[in-house]
C-alpha cells in the first residue's frame, strides 16, 4: 500500500470514527436535554426566539462534550491503527 493510500485510509478511519462520536454524543445530549428540561433542545440557537441564556448553554456543553468524544474517539482509532498495521497513524 502506499504512503498515499495509507495516508487516505487513515484520513477516513480518524475523520470516521470522530464524526460517529460527535454524533452519538450530540444525540445522547439532546435526549438528555429533553429528560431534565421535559423540551428538546434549541433548535436553532441564531433564531431570536431562542434565549442567549438557552443558546450558550448549550452551545457550550455540545461543544465540549463533541469534542471530547471526537478527540477520544481518534485517539481510540491511531490505537487500533498501530495494533493493526505496527506502525502509528500517517501525519496530516
Request: proline fraction near 5%; charge should be positive; charged fraction near 25%.
Amino acid at each position: 500500500m502506499s504512503a498515499l493510500s495509507k495516508k487516505a485510509m487513515w484520513m477516513a478511519v480518524g475523520a470516521g470514527s470522530a464524526m460517529l462520536a460527535g454524533a452519538a454524543v450530540e444525540r445522547a445530549l439532546g435526549a438528555g436535554w429533553r429528560r431534565v428540561r421535559d423540551e428538546p433542545p434549541p433548535a436553532d440557537r441564531d433564531s431570536r426566539d431562542t434565549g442567549w441564556g438557552e443558546a450558550l448553554l448549550w452551545t457550550v456543553v455540545t461543544g465540549a462534550a463533541v469534542g471530547a468524544a471526537q478527540l477520544l474517539a481518534r485517539r481510540g482509532a491511531a490505537a487500533g491503527w498501530t495494533r493493526v498495521t505496527g506502525k502509528r497513524p500517517p501525519r496530516r
